[in-house]
């Protein structure tokens, strides 16, 4: 069984920045892809970014893109999602999920571990 904690959501005012962690245990961590996704009231979880096992492959939403950066410590079997710039449309729960391989993609189905999430507000 995997266990995946995230931590670091909280509260922001607009144009600030969160760093949010995903703490994973149990079976292996950096033999597989693992990805953001947040879910905010009244809408469906979306992606947000995947990186690939080695951490050579990364992708981002469109609406993330070149303000938020996943990064991973496969020794510390952590996962990161630096985000900068906030802005109240970044509201939402923020989940981690671990994939089912080694490769990082946006496909929501593809991942079968999921944290119980954490909150990030931003006020404007």
């Known amino acids: 069984q995997v266990q995946l904690v995230e931590s670091g959501g909280g509260l922001v005012q607009a144009g600030g920045s969160l760093r949010l962690s995903c703490a994973a245990s149990?079976?292996?961590?950096?033999?597989?892809?693992m990805g953001w996704f947040r879910q905010a009231p009244g809408k469906e979880r979306e992606f947000v970014a995947a990186?690939?096992?080695?951490?050579?492959?990364?992708y981002y939403s469109d609406s993330v893109k070149d303000r938020f950066t996943i990064s991973r410590d496969n020794a510390k079997n952590t996962v990161y999602l630096q985000m900068n710039s906030l802005n109240p449309e970044d509201t939402a729960v923020y989940y981690c999920?671990?994939?089912?391989?080694?490769?990082?993609?946006?496909?929501?189905?593809?991942?079968?571990?999921w944290g119980q999430g954490t909150q990030v507000t931003v006020s404007s």
């Open positions: 999920a671990r994939g089912r391989g080694i490769t990082a993609t946006s496909e929501k189905t593809y991942y079968n571990y």
């Open positions: 149990g079976r292996t961590f950096s033999g597989y892809a």
């Open positions: 990186i690939s096992w080695s951490s050579r492959n990364t």
